[in-house]
């Protein structure tokens, strides 16, 4: 059976800018960054979790789809409909959200008491949702 989550991806439209803000203005880090030929593959992660737990920064395209796809694809992200992409937890969410304000990270929603912590949520800038949560109890 199934034993965990591995690899995870956002569609991002250029590379090189979502490793400025998922690594720049988010903190994370780079795991592989390697030219398939076909593919650059690029995966980040969380400082300290599970190393093999990674996130693809996918460019929408070839092999997966045709040119016309990926650019209908773009569009939709751009306005939004990719939904709930990522959830990320902190020890401190005001902190956090502050401190993302502050690099420019664009907010959707601030720090709200929910049943189970404290969360609040924000886009990339190709448009993907994001939330970070405080866990109630930490």
Not at 57 to 78: C, F, H, N, S
Request: proline share 7%; charged share 30%; glycine share 10%.
């Amino acid at each position: 059976m199934l034993n965990k989550i591995r690899i995870t991806h956002v569609f991002v439209a250029d590379q090189d800018e979502a490793l400025d803000f998922y690594v720049g203005k988010l903190g994370l880090e780079v795991a592989d960054d390697i030219d398939l030929g076909f593919m650059r593959w690029l995966t980040v992660r969380v400082p300290g979790d599970d190393p093999d737990r990674v996130i693809l920064l996918e460019k929408p395209g070839p092999p997966a789809m045709d040119a016309q796809t990926a650019e209908q694809l773009r569009e939709l992200i751009a306005k939004g409909a990719s939904g709930f992409t990522l959830g990320f937890s902190t020890d401190d969410a005001r902190k956090t959200y502050d401190e993302l304000k502050a690099k420019g990270v664009e907010l959707t929603d601030g720090p709200t008491e929910q049943p189970y912590g404290i969360d609040f949520g924000g886009r990339d800038p190709f448009g993907n949702h994001f939330r970070v949560s405080q866990p109630a109890g930490s």
